[in-house]
């Protein structure tokens, strides 16, 4: 099983759609979550963190379930600027030393 | 603001040759990360470093090396460079508490192999 696993995708929605993407992890030592965004031939970019309590950004909202080792993305309202490919990451272990990432799920907006 | 530079943006290196790939940080990070993504595979550690002169093996670690002789520099070394090591190469930062903060990423390195 690999430690991180994210919707295979692709996802193509239309401009103003609501989409939701989820990731779960297997290491249940992991202490803390992320979500990137990667823009094609470029490098990762942090989106978000995600705690515990969820968190929103904007249009962007993070959700952690610890005991389901589940993490999910939302996006609400769609833009054209949202098409990227999506990260779901997780510190991998006890020390803090290493971030482990999820494959990535392409999302493209269309017009 | 953060800067973690990648030393090349293009690389084109022949079969056999030594490669070096360089990445420096400001950020005054302890660790740092050498990372290959490739399409279907996501993002897989190669080598990591936790402080100067320490580095520890990740999951892809053959073929490779690395040396951190000065904290804000990471070099990645392909002794003898092989068509199955075209790729891209990214290098990341973390702070010494990495457990609560996020990585940050050079601009990548495209390495290709003739």
């Known amino acids: 099983r690999k430690e991180v696993e994210q919707d295979p995708g692709p996802f193509n929605v239309p401009e103003g759609a609501t989409v939701a993407f989820n990731c779960t992890y297997s290491?249940?030592?992991?202490?803390?979550f992320f979500w990137y965004r990667q823009d094609c031939r470029k490098e990762p970019k942090l989106l978000m963190s995600?705690?515990?309590s969820g968190n929103e950004d904007g249009r962007f909202t993070a959700q952690l379930n610890r005991a389901s080792q589940y993490i999910s993305l939302l996006i609400r309202d769609s833009k054209l600027s949202d098409s990227a490919t999506y990260l779901c990451?997780?510190?991998?272990?006890?020390?803090?030393?290493?971030?482990?990432f999820g494959p990535g799920t392409r999302l493209s907006v269309l017009p | 603001d953060v800067k973690v530079t990648q030393s090349s943006r293009y690389l084109v290196k022949r079969t056999g040759e030594k490669v070096f790939l360089e990445c420096v940080q400001d950020?005054?990070?302890?660790?740092m990360f050498w990372y290959r993504q490739d399409p279907g595979l996501g993002l897989r550690l190669i080598y990591f470093?936790?402080?100067?002169?320490?580095?520890e093996k990740g999951d892809i670690p053959e073929g490779y090396s690395v040396s951190r002789e000065k904290k804000e520099r990471f070099s990645l070394i392909l002794e003898s460079a092989s068509t199955n090591q075209t790729s891209m190469y990214l290098c990341a930062t973390g702070g010494k508490d990495s457990k609560y903060t996020e990585a940050f990423f050079g601009q990548g390195t495209r390495l290709t192999v003739v």
């Open positions: 290491n249940s030592a992991s202490q803390s």
């Open positions: 950020m005054d990070h302890e660790n």
């Open positions: 990451v997780v510190n991998g272990d006890n020390y803090g030393q290493n971030f482990v």
């Open positions: 995600v705690y515990s």
């Open positions: 470093s936790y402080d100067v002169k320490m580095k």
